[in-house]
């Protein structure tokens, strides 16, 4: 089975801190996607990779950056945290597998509660 | 672009009773079509999917939903609904190129009522 683990369920920070989020998959996908998740928006894409170092934003990127140093963990920066970005935060992974067989499949982590004061 | 609209943000049932959860999105492209499920306090599991192939497709615990193209739908339905079938249902499209980024409707919150 895939795992998906991300570093805290729960996480206070005060506005201004730099935060880190971090998620570990188990599978060797290649793909990994930071979204959050907010009441009455549904999920929204903040990055993604499709490899280590590589990196592309997503629909809502402004504040974040990411990190992708190995294969199996990807990172999600807040610079400066803000209470706007008070949310819950869901880390999945991806994986084409066997050349042209996708597996179609994204798995998700538990996710972050993060609340910023 | 690709976007997904889920009718209803919050939809209640009885036990027993036909649940039917709304789904219509727009694509450009042939989409790659999702449900998931999140139960209090976990992530997302994978309920069902259409990539290609039979419109009708089932998925687990009891549930089916249909592609249909020329409505843009993609409904997720059971017979019967179950308590532990509570939770909050999200539908998603992806095109079918690279990484999959999958653009999500806002979900809607099922309660089951006893």
């Known amino acids: ?117 | 672009a690709q976007s997904v609209t889920q009718l209803g943000s919050h939809v209640s049932v009885s036990e027993g009773a036909l649940v039917l959860l709304r789904c219509n999105y727009s694509s450009s492209v042939p989409p790659y079509l999702f449900w998931y499920v999140q139960y209090p306090n976990q992530g997302l599991q994978l309920l069902l999917k259409y990539t290609t192939g039979a419109t009708l497709v089932k998925g687990i615990n009891g549930f089916e939903a249909e592609f249909k193209k020329s409505e843009t739908s993609f409904h997720l339905t059971k017979p019967s609904a179950h308590m532990s079938d509570a939770a909050e249902y999200f539908c998603a499209v992806s095109d079918r190129r690279g990484a999959q980024k999958l653009v999500f409707g806002q979900g809607t919150r099922l309660t089951i009522n006893p």
Not at chain 1, 58 to 71: A, H, L, N, T
């Open chain 1, 1 to 117: 089975d895939v795992k998906v683990t991300q570093s805290s369920r729960y996480l206070v920070k005060r506005t201004g801190e730099k935060v880190f989020l971090e998620c570990v998959q188990d599978m060797d996908h290649e793909n990994m996607f930071w979204y959050r998740q907010d009441p009455g928006l549904g999920l929204r894409l903040i990055y993604f990779s499709y490899d280590v170092k590589m990196k592309e934003k997503g629909d809502i990127p402004e504040g974040y950056s990411v990190s992708r140093e190995k294969k199996e963990r990807f990172s999600l920066i807040l610079e400066s945290a803000s209470t706007n970005q008070t949310s819950m935060y869901l880390c999945a992974s991806y994986a084409i597998a066997g050349g042209a067989i996708r597996t179609d499949t994204q798995y998700f982590g538990p996710g972050t509660r993060l609340t910023v004061l």
